[in-house]
């Protein structure tokens, strides 16, 4: 999968929801966003010092490790589970210089031991809503058994955002099955039923919405420090105050992460030719089934919840109404996921 070509409102299927699957194709494209590049480098060369010892969760391709190791690390313990990733990355890294310094570890980090504390955890396991890639539960594990008292974690801070968006074309596309990623031999019909969705607009699509797509303001919707005991589980309320009229199609969801003191991740840029956009997170589009035409000063209630279904996996319900001059015009339900959360709202 490669993201060249993609265009904003075009809606891809959500990534973080199939992660174990992830494969060479996909950790090219990451290879590529040069965002998360550029701010995951500065990050790791103002963490790690020579001398740390690092583990780096979900290595991947291990270019965070490699740059923990051009920075100075004695060694990197890089954790993950795809036995055939994490080969390619042990004889990349050897390649580069680093066979002995460089110590692959296989399976899933919960169930690995480690023979000493490490001075410095790195993870990428975000997802473009924060939570969507299990990072809570991964982290706060990390922290606990492989990070020395006075260790740093990276990132130590996520916080995740959620408007009221006018993205019309991304909705149409959402209606009409067009969206793309995945595994591309397989009708996107059936891909969704994988996913637990029974319509297409039961579950959430990575893509680039514009900033003045925006009806109102972005909330904080969450925010977790993984330097702290945290829960993934939650339920929260919001409202929007519409700023501008149109088309109100669902919500558009991003992060922004402090990866060290002085490097912020920030995925809510919408300038895909300069770069300011990440190819591989784009942004998180929640539709909801029926459009709602909306005016300026129009208030948009927002139900948004998450609960944990075991593994990586996540259901997230979004619901909500609409009310104009303080009656209620329409209203709005979706969850994703396999189960639905509306009937535990």
């Not at 090219?28 to 550029?38: E, F």
């Not at 990276?154 to 009221?164: G, H, I, Q």
């Amino acid at each position: 999968m490669t993201a060249a070509g993609y265009r904003a409102e075009e809606p891809w299927l959500p990534v973080s929801e199939s992660l174990i699957e992830w494969g060479q194709d996909f950790h090219a494209l990451l290879l590529g966003d040069r965002l998360r590049m550029r701010t995951f480098r500065s990050a790791i060369a103002e963490l790690v010092k020579p001398g740390d010892v690092v583990v780096d969760l979900g290595t991947g391709t291990g270019i965070l490790a490699q740059w923990a190791l051009e920075s100075g690390a004695a060694r990197v313990y890089a954790i993950d589970f795809n036995a055939d990733v994490l080969a390619d990355a042990t004889q990349r890294l050897a390649a580069a210089g680093y066979r002995d310094t460089f110590i692959p570890m296989h399976g899933l980090s919960y169930d690995i031991t480690l023979p000493e504390l490490a001075s410095v955890v790195l993870s990428e396991t975000l997802g473009n809503l924060a939570d969507n890639e299990s990072c809570v539960p991964i982290l706060a594990d990390a922290r606990q058994r492989f990070l020395a008292p006075d260790g740093a974690l990276l990132p130590s801070r996520a916080e995740s955002y959620l408007v009221p968006v006018a993205a019309t074309e991304a909705h149409s596309a959402v209606a009409e099955f067009r969206v793309r990623g995945g595994n591309e031999s397989l009708p996107v019909e059936q891909q969704l039923s994988q996913l637990g969705a029974s319509s297409p607009f039961d579950t959430y699509y990575d893509a680039i919405i514009p900033t003045d797509r925006h009806l109102a303001t972005a909330r904080l919707a969450r925010s977790y420090r993984f330097t702290e005991a945290e829960t993934d589980e939650y339920a929260i309320s919001l409202a929007f105050a519409c700023r501008h009229g149109g088309q109100f199609t669902g919500f558009k969801g991003y992060f922004v992460a402090d990866l060290s003191p002085a490097t912020v991740m920030d995925i809510s840029g919408d300038d895909i030719a300069a770069g300011a956009t990440s190819d591989s997170w784009k942004h998180c589009y929640l539709p909801i089934r029926t459009p709602i035409e909306v005016r300026p000063g129009d208030q948009i209630t927002l139900r948004f919840a998450r609960h944990r279904t075991g593994g990586f996996g996540q259901c997230y319900q979004w619901s909500g109404a609409v009310y104009r001059d303080s009656r209620q015009i329409a209203e709005f339900a979706q969850s994703s996921g396999a189960g639905s959360l509306l009937q535990q709202a």
